[in-house]
Every structure is written in structure tokens, then in C-alpha cells.
């Protein structure tokens, strides 16, 4: 079936949104927000901080770190590092929202880690590549905390294991994992180590539709005229679906560089609308020499681990396996 012949979607009323006349967006939803708790109490998962990282562009990111603090010898174990780039649709989500202070606080509790959240901006208002720009902001950042013993963020240069920090993603906040893990190439980040990359239902696209687009077309979370606006209100102006913000296989003339990428964790879902796009990523990767280790299931949808505690639990459990 054609577009043209697909019965009449309203992608905008389906996102709760309207598009004004400057090229912002209204949103006409109260998504419920979560104020940093920076007291390490007991009975909480973990304690929260947020700070300002570039004072410019008003990004900051907020620093989880687990309630009980494993100890070595009396002394306070060194923990990795998971900068973690929440999923938003894009244009939707904030980072301070419910359901992603409740993910990375279960990280940073369950994996005993320190996570720094990345509150990227949000377009159409900041379109692409500002959230990848902001992504490599909170990744030198980090970086600069153990270089300034003195003044370094005391979660950070305390409890932080820069020997071992993992680029983490969601959706579209794969996408952003995925270029800032290249950008990050370009930068001397010493001392601080990529250990790898988490890469959950990764959020591609491109002009073809894929079997994957076309069957789960009116798929009640990610149906394909939503994630087209998505992708119509995020991309420059004047790209085209094939850009390689959008197409990962756009890097394929730059197959040299995605090479140098450490291992990757990719994980997908058979019910997602994405999927064909993710399988086509991890193909990229294989191809350009990646240590890959790609978790597909054939049962599950996009997001589902918001709503099956099950999936959650199992999704922590993977990403476990792999920085362990």
C-alpha cells in the first residue's frame, strides 16, 4: 500500500503537539518532572545532583550515584561511569522526567555505577546536531573533573572509575550515543576511557520504507507517520531521510573511523518499528570490524521495558553482563 492510499493520520495530534509559526513547537502535555535529591539516605535506590556543564547553551547533566557505596579495604571501591542519553522522541521528553530519574536511578543503584545524564536540548527549537553537540559537551566534561583534582565534581573524583566509562543510549538517545561514541575519536580524552557502548532500540531512519516501517506502520507507540514528524521537526532544515544524522549507512564511506569504535551492545526488539534500521546498524558495524554483541528478541515493542518490570529487569541484566 502506498502512503498516499493509507487512510488519514493526524502525526501531530497523535504527539500532542502544534507546530507554531516560528518553527517551534507547543507541547500540550504536563509530563511530570523530578527535582535532583542529592541525599544518599537510606531506602533510596540512589542520590541525585544536577550541574550546569556550559553555561552558554544552558546544558546540564544530572550525576546518580548508588545509595550504598561498596567499600575495598575501607576504602570506597572506584565505580564506572555510564554517560546515559535518555530516549525523548526527540522532541518530547526532558531528562528530568518520572521515567527517566527512575532508570538511571536503578542503574546507578543495580549496576553500581555512577551515571551522568545528559539533559541534551530538545528540537524543533535546537535541531541537529545541537543534542550531539551537547552529548560531547558532558563527555569532556566528565573528563575535566579528574583532570581538576582540585575542583572536579566530588562524586566524580571520589567515587568515579575513569578507566572504565560506557556511552549508554535509548531510542533516539541511541542515535545520540552512537555519535558521540565517533565524535569522541576525535578528542584526547586522557585519562578517561571509552570501555564501550549501549546501543537500546537504537532510532534510525531513511527515505525507503523498510519491511519492519510497513508492518508495524500504525503501531500504537512508534506508528511511522509519528516517527516521520519526529524525524521532519529534528533533522536540518533542507536534509533529506538518507542524511547520516537519520541513515547510519551514510557512514559507510567513513567505515575506517566507525571501526575504531570499541564493543557495542545493541539491543532490539522484533515488534519495533525500528528494527530493520537496527539490523542494518549492526551489519555496519560488523562490517567496519566492531566487536559487536547484538541481543535481538523476537517478542517485545518499542519502549517496553517502561511498562513490563519484567523487561526492565532483564535490560539491566544485559547491560550488566557486558561492562562486567
Known sequence: MSRDSRPAFDPYKHLNITINPNGSCTRHFIWPMVDPDPDPCPGKLAASKDVTINHETGVSVRIFRPTNLPSNDNAVARLPIIIHLHGSGWILYPANSVANNRCCSQMASELTVIVVSVHYRLPPEHRLPAQYDDALDALLWVK?????????????????????????????????????????????????????????????????????????????????????????????????????????????????????????????YGGDTSLDRQQDFVNLLVAAGVRVEARFDDAGFHSIELVDPRRAVALLNMIRDFIS
Open 144 to 268: 575535566q573533573q579528574v583532570v581538576d583534582s582540585t575542583n572536579g565534581e566530588p562524586w566524580l573524583r571520589d567515587y568515579a572509575d575513569f578507566s572504565r566509562c560506557y556511552i549508554c543510549g535509548s531510542s533516539n538517545g541511541a542515535n545520540i550515543a552512537f555519535q558521540l561514541a565517533l565524535r569522541s575519536l576525535d578528542h584526547d580524552l586522557t585519562p578517561l576511557k571509552i570501555d564501550g557502548c549501549v546501543f537500546y532500540q537504537p532510532l534510525f531512519g531513511g527515505k525507503t520504507r523498510t519491511k519492519s516501517e510497513l508492518k508495524n506502520f500504525a503501531d500504537p507507540v512508534m506508528p511511522v507517520p509519528a516517527v516521520d514528524a519526529m524525524w521532519e521537526l529534528s533533522l536540518p532544515v533542507g536534509v533529506d531521510r538518507d542524511h547520516r544524522y537519520c541513515n547510519p549507512l551514510g557512514y559507510l564511506p567513513q567505515k575506517e573511523k566507525v571501526g575504531r569504535l570499541g564493543r557495542c551492545l545493541v539491543i532490539g
